[in-house]
């Protein structure tokens, strides 16, 4: 017999499967090995079923995106988090995972944290990313505002948390699950942390959905997108491309450059197009090195 599951884990050669009747311990196929495909958590598989609750995987569906560090497949949201208070926002940290997100065909959504410190900065910010286009959820930790309309949000989902050390990544998860201590720490504590944390990935269940728990989310590069493909990626830009005097215009030196005109006239948040010039900068020299 087969049945049909979801990987929530995977542990020293066996995955965890999700299935209607229970959680499956299985094993993978040689037949993945020899094509070089690791099963991921968040792959959709088809297994056999053995006595016992054990099976073996015998395909997996295909993915609607992966990310192989940290190892997982099929994100469905992932929520960028930033503090208003300590650490300070970043929002060129915000922007360059706003890109990865929409490159790996994800969505993005931003969470603003610790607003039971700063309300004001709080509502300057939400308005930036809500101009943009992206959906902006305001939450406090502490007091757990907010965090109800994120499980709501999170329904049938599987969601992934990236940002800053000390935003309040951990706090939040423990707030949507309480009985699942994460440890938090102070923030200079966590700053000192190894930057390159490698875990397995665990799909913990939320609202008919999954948080994915890894803090390798945090340290993601952008990969595959060359500078001027940037733009794409940049929401709020499209209805202004292809209005500037220059056809194939970079947004960066050139005159008469509607993307600029519209910075001028605050229709495009500054702090979004600073990013985009960082950003833009950044991948023309690893083209130029590359070369
Ligand atoms: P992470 O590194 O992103 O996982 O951040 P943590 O969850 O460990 O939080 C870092 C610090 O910020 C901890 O001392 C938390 O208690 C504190 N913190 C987290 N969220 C909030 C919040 O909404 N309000 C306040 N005042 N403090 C928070
Ligand atoms: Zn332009």
């Known amino acids: 017999m087969n049945c049909q599951g979801i990987i929530t884990k995977g542990i020293g050669g066996f995955y965890y499967i999700q299935a209607n009747e229970g959680i499956y311990e299985c094993k993978a196929r040689g037949i993945f090995r020899k094509n070089n495909i690791s099963p991921l958590a968040g792959d959709y598989c088809e297994i056999q079923v053995l006595p016992d609750f054990k099976g073996n995987i015998e395909k997996i569906m295909p993915r609607k995106n992966f990310f192989v560090r940290p190892p997982i497949a099929n994100i469905d949201c992932m929520f960028i988090v930033f503090s208003v ?63 109800d309309e994120l499980i709501d949000f999170m329904q049938g989902k599987i969601s992934v948390f990236t940002g ?30 190894g930057k390159h944390t490698t875990r397995e990935v665990e799909l913990i269940p939320v609202n008919g959905g999954y948080i994915g728990d890894s803090p390798g989310f945090s340290s993601l590069e952008i990969s595959g997108i060359t500078a001027i493909e940037l733009q794409q990626y940049f929401p ?29 006239s605050g229709l495009i948040a500054k702090s979004r197009y600073d990013s985009y010039t960082l950003l833009y900068n950044q991948l023309k020299e690893i083209k130029e090195w590359d070369k």
């Open 164 to 193: 800053c050390s000390g935003v309040g990544k951990s706090s939040i998860l423990n707030c949507i699950l309480p009985d699942r201590e994460l440890k938090t720490g102070n923030v200079s504590e966590k700053i000192g942390r």
């Open 85 to 147: 208070a300590t650490p300070s926002p970043v929002p060129e940290l915000v922007d360059k995972l706003s890109v990865i997100a929409l490159k790996q065909n994800t969505t993005p959504y931003i969470i603003i944290n610790k607003t039971d410190l700063s309300s004001e900065d709080s509502v300057d910010y939400s308005d930036v990313y809500i101009k943009a286009g992206f959906k902006v959820f305001c939450v406090s930790a502490i007091t757990s505002e907010g965090v």
């Open 236 to 264: 709020e830009f499209e209805k202004y491309i292809g209005s500037c005097r220059f056809r194939g215009c970079s947004h960066v030196n050139e005159p008469d450059c509607s993307i600029k005109n519209a910075v001028a």
